[in-house]
């Protein structure tokens, strides 16, 4: 069984940094886009950022010059480093992985559970 598991959420005061982590776990064959999206309440899920196999890189304008996102291919995990980070960056950051396990012949979309990111004024 697939899964993604999501640490480094918490409150930070406007201006601050948090990091980001989601390791996916090691059943899998290939791992295509890897990325972070967040939901606010009241606001439909948004793309943060994502990576490809491939390293490319794609940021919402919102963020960009203060998010970054990387990935560890040996260890299947994704990143994003936050910094500048403003109150309306608060939301649930969630993982996404578009991947194909060991167990199956096609890739999908997988999610992490979500972790809680609170900026303060």
């Known amino acids: 069984q697939v899964q993604l598991v999501e640490s480094g959420g918490g409150l930070v005061q406007a201006g601050g940094s948090l990091r980001l982590s989601c390791a996916a776990s090691?059943?899998?064959?290939?791992?295509?886009?890897m990325g972070w999206y967040r939901q606010s309440p009241g606001k439909q899920r948004e793309l943060v950022a994502t990576?490809?196999?491939?390293?490319?890189?794609n940021y919402a304008d919102s963020v960009k010059g203060r998010f970054t996102i990387s990935r560890d291919n040996a260890k299947n995990t994704v990143y994003l480093q936050m910094n500048s980070l403003k109150p309306e960056d608060t939301a649930v950051y969630y993982c996404?992985?578009?991947?194909?396990?060991?167990?199956?012949?096609?890739?999908?979309?997988?999610w992490g559970q979500g972790t809680q990111v609170t900026v303060s004024s």
């Open positions: 996404n992985a578009y991947l194909q396990p060991f167990s199956s012949s096609v890739r999908s979309d997988y």
């Open positions: 990576i490809t196999s491939g390293n490319t890189i």
């Open positions: 090691r059943l899998i064959f290939r791992i295509n886009a």
